[in-house]
């Protein structure tokens, strides 16, 4: 059983449009959870995190826990072309063991 | 530039070859991790430094993988007897451990080692 759970996609919205990312994870105990983007050929950068249940905002960027549904979100307002990426889902568990889901590769069309 | 580095960041052998990748994370960083990724997965966690103690190793890392960080600084990662399935993405990322809350530990990636096993 995976770890960390997302729909790989792709997932593909016009530009402006809101997009809608959503990660669920396993272990009931994790505390901490994360957002990355990864262009095709680099490396993850981090985006946003969050550990707290309900709506964390971060300029285009909204994240959203739901602890006892195990459910993590991320919505990107007004998305644009540059907002084409893959995005992961990282929790982070036991002994600061970080389990990363596979990922959602977002297209945003112009 | 005082992000993480790796070096290579190409690297093609021939199976059973043993390889050695670096990575030197943000100087005042005493947490670092690997990470092997292969195409359309998210990376897997290999093993994890707090200073030079290795405190964690991922069950499904065979005997030819070995990392080390003898200061507590730069990291190596050794693979021995490479095989084809070796052939990845490896990813190196450093942290600062946080005193306070530290719900979070914000990791920084570097490029990233492509291994390549022909």
């Known amino acids: 059983q995976k770890e960390v759970e997302q729909n790989s996609g792709p997932l593909s919205v016009p530009e402006g449009a809101i997009a809608s990312l959503n990660c669920t994870y396993s272990d009931r105990g994790s505390q901490s959870f994360f957002w990355y983007r990864q262009y095709s050929g680099k490396s993850p950068e981090l985006i946003m995190f969050i550990y707290s249940n309900g709506d964390k905002e971060d300029g285009r960027f909204t994240a959203q826990l739901n602890k006892a549904s195990q459910y993590v979100s991320l919505l990107i307002r007004d998305s644009q072309p540059s907002d084409s990426a893959t995005y992961l889902c990282a929790v982070k568990g036991d002994f600061n063991k970080f389990y990363f889901g596979s990922g959602t590769k977002l297209n945003v069309k112009p | 530039d005082t992000g993480v580095s790796q070096d290579p960041r190409h690297k093609i052998t021939k199976r059973g070859q043993n390889v050695t990748f670096r990575c030197d994370p943000i100087s005042e960083h005493n947490r670092l991790y690997w990470y092997r990724q292969t195409l359309g997965q998210g990376p897997e966690f290999l093993t994890y430094f707090q200073n030079e103690a290795q405190l964690e190793k991922s069950r499904l890392l065979s005997d030819r993988f070995s990392a080390e960080r003898p200061k507590g600084s730069f990291s190596t990662l050794e693979i021995q007897r490479t095989e084809q399935g070796d052939s990845a993405m490896y990813l190196c990322?450093?942290?600062?451990?946080?005193?306070?809350?530290?719900?979070?530990?914000?990791?920084?990636f570097g490029p990233g080692t492509r291994l390549t096993v022909l």
């Open positions: 990322a450093s942290s600062l451990r946080a005193s306070g809350l530290a719900a979070y530990n914000e990791q920084f």
